[in-house]
C-alpha cells in the first residue's frame, strides 16, 4: 500500500492505493449501434462533453477510488484509444500504477480466428494471465460506454463484506430502474440479505419474463422511492467484482458473454452478492442516448456534474488557447478550449476543442465534437483551390438535432435538420440514426446542402 496526499479546500485527504484489485475496462466490440461515430474510433474513445471521451469516465473512477492498477481490453479500432491513453495517464515510478491497452492477439493457446474477442467473458478469459501478474485477488471488471460517477471502494467493501455473510464469489451492481429501461438490461430478484436469487439479461418486450422479478416494497423503501403502480426493477450495470480464483472458475469453459451465459449460471454454484447503486446512470448505447446524454450535460443543472472537485474526471491536458468568442450568443452550452466563434447562436449545445463556427450560423440541440488540428494557411489554400469548404461550420450554418464529428468540413449556408424527420437515412454525406443527424468524421458537406 502506498497513500497519497492532497489538499483542497484547505482540507487534508488521504488515498490508499488498494493493489489487491486489478480493475479491467470492456472496450466493447465494433460499437454497430454506435455508428458511424465507431467507424474509425473504439467506443471508449468516443468523445464526451466537449472535451473528454467515454474512457476517462471509468479511469477517473478507479483513480478516485484509489485504484490505479488498470488495463483496457479492446479489438477494433483502438489506434485512437491507445493514443487517447498514452498521452493522458502517467503515473510515476513509485507508485506502481498503470492503465494499459491489452488488444486481441494471437498466441500459442488462441491462434488465429480464435485470438479474437469473443463476447465480455471471452474477452477476460483470454487475458487472465495477465491479471494474476498484476498481483490482485480481487478483479474488478468495468464497462468503458457509461456515464456515471461512482466510489468503487463501496462495492469492494459491499464483496468483502464485515458481517457473518462472508466475502461473496462474485458482487454485482444494481440500479433500480423502470420497466422500459429494463427491457435492454440484465435484471436482478435478491434476497433482503441482498443475495442474488434470480438473473434474467435482456427480458425485450416479452413481459411475461418479468413476473416476480419487481423490486420489493423495502427495496423502494431504502432508497426513499414512493411506492407507484408502476413496478421498479433492479438492472445489473455491467459492474463485477470478482475474485480472482472465482473469476477463473466461473471461465473453465467455453461461455462468451457475462450477462447471457456467465451469470446465471453462477447463482447456483457462487455467492453472488448485490451492490446497490443510487446515483445518475446512463448506457451510451445507441446515437440517441449518446445525443440525449451529452446534452443533458450541457444543461444549468445537469444529472451528471463534471465540477465536483473531490472527484475529478481526468483527461488529456492539451496547450490550447482559450476560446474566442466574437459578438455570439451562448445560452445552455458547454464551449472546449481553443474554440473561435463568429457572431453566431449556440443554443443547448456542446462545442469541442479547436472549433470554427462562421458567422450567422445557429446551433441548437447539437454536438459539435471540433477539430484535432488548426489547419495551416497552406491547409486552407489547398481546400480553397478545389473549392472545398474549410475545417469547421461555415458561415450561415443551420444546425439542429445533429452531431458533426471531428474534422467535418461544414460548407457555408448548409441546413442539417431531418425536416422530412427520417428514423434512417444515409445518403453518403450524412447518416439519420434513431432521427438524429450525424456528420462523419471528415465528412465534406457541400455549400447549400440541406437536409
Not at 479500432?77 to 507508485?95: A, C, E, G, P
Not at 475474485?243 to 457475462?258: I, M, P, S, Y
Not at 424527420?421 to 465534406?444: C, K, L, Q
Request: charged residues 20%; negative net charge.
Amino acid at each position: 500500500m502506498s497513500r497519497q496526499t492532497t489538499y483542497h479546500a484547505g482540507v487534508l485527504h488521504k488515498k490508499t492505493f488498494d493493489y489487491n484489485v486489478t480493475c479491467v475496462i470492456m472496450g466493447g466490440g465494433a460499437g454497430t449501434r454506435l455508428y458511424p461515430l465507431t467507424l474509425t474510433r473504439a467506443k471508449p474513445a468516443v468523445p464526451l462533453g466537449a472535451k473528454f471521451r467515454l474512457i476517462d469516465i471509468p479511469i477517473s473512477n478507479c483513480l478516485n477510488s484509489g485504484l490505479n492498477r488498470i488495463y483496457v481490453l479492446t479489438q477494433f479500432n483502438s489506434t485512437s484509444l491507445h493514443r487517447h491513453i498514452s498521452m493522458s495517464y502517467h503515473f510515476d515510478q513509485f507508485s506502481k500504477g498503470f492503465v494499459e491497452i491489452l488488444a486481441a492477439q494471437q498466441s500459442p493457446q488462441y491462434h488465429l480466428e480464435h485470438s479474437w474477442y469473443e463476447g465480455t467473458a471471452d474477452a477476460v478469459r483470454k487475458n487472465l494471465l495477465r491479471f494474476k501478474d498484476s498481483g490482485g485477488a480481487e478483479v474488478l471488471i468495468l464497462s468503458g460506454d457509461q456515464i456515471y460517477r461512482m466510489d468503487y471502494t463501496d462495492i469492494i467493501h459491499t464483496h468483502r463484506s464485515v458481517t457473518d455473510e462472508g466475502t461473496a464469489d462474485l458482487t454485482i451492481a444494481g440500479l433500480l430502474v423502470s420497466k422500459e429501461r429494463a427491457r435492454s438490461l440484465g435484471v436482478m430478484k435478491i434476497s433482503s440479505q441482498g443475495e442474488v436469487l434470480e438473473f434474467l439479461e435482456k427480458p425485450g418486450n416479452n413481459d411475461s419474463l418479468f413476473a416476480g422479478l419487481e423490486a420489493p416494497p423495502e427495496l423502494l423503501e431504502r432508497f426513499h422511492l414512493p411506492s407507484s403502480t408502476e413496478p421498479m426493477y433492479l438492472a445489473n450495470m455491467g459492474i463485477y467484482v470478482f475474485g480472482l480464483e472465482q473469476l477463473e472458475k466461473a471461465l473453465d469453459n467455453r461461455h462468451c458473454d457475462f450477462g447471457k451465459e456467465i451469470l446465471p449460471d453462477l447463482l447456483t454454484k457462487y455467492k453472488v452478492r448485490a451492490h446497490l447503486f443510487d446515483g445518475y446512470w446512463e448506457d451510451i448505447g445507441t446515437i440517441r442516448a449518446f445525443h440525449q446524454a451529452n446534452i443533458e450535460l450541457a444543461c444549468p443543472a445537469p444529472r451528471f456534474d463534471f465540477y465536483q472537485p473531490e472527484m475529478p474526471i481526468y483527461t488529456r491536458a492539451r496547450l490550447l488557447p482559450a476560446t474566442k468568442m466574437h459578438r455570439a450568443t451562448v445560452v445552455a452550452s458547454l464551449i472546449g478550449d481553443g474554440c473561435v466563434i463568429e457572431d453566431a447562436v449556440i443554443e443547448n449545445s456542446l462545442i469541442g476543442v479547436r472549433s470554427h463556427i462562421g458567422r450567422g450560423c445557429l446551433i441548437r440541440n447539437s454536438y459539435v465534437m471540433g477539430l484535432d488540428y488548426y489547419p495551416s494557411e497552406a491547409d486552407c489554400r489547398v481546400q480553397a483551390a478545389k473549392g472545398l469548404p474549410q475545417l469547421g461550420i461555415g458561415e450561415g450554418a443551420h444546425v439542429e438535432n445533429a452531431i458533426i464529428d471531428k474534422n467535418a468540413c461544414v460548407g457555408r449556408n448548409v441546413s442539417i435538420r431531418n425536416l422530412e424527420e427520417h428514423r434512417t437515412y444515409d445518403d453518403g454525406t450524412v447518416v439519420i440514426r434513431e432521427g438524429i443527424v450525424v456528420v462523419p468524421r471528415g465528412a465534406v458537406i457541400p455549400d447549400g446542402y440541406s437536409i
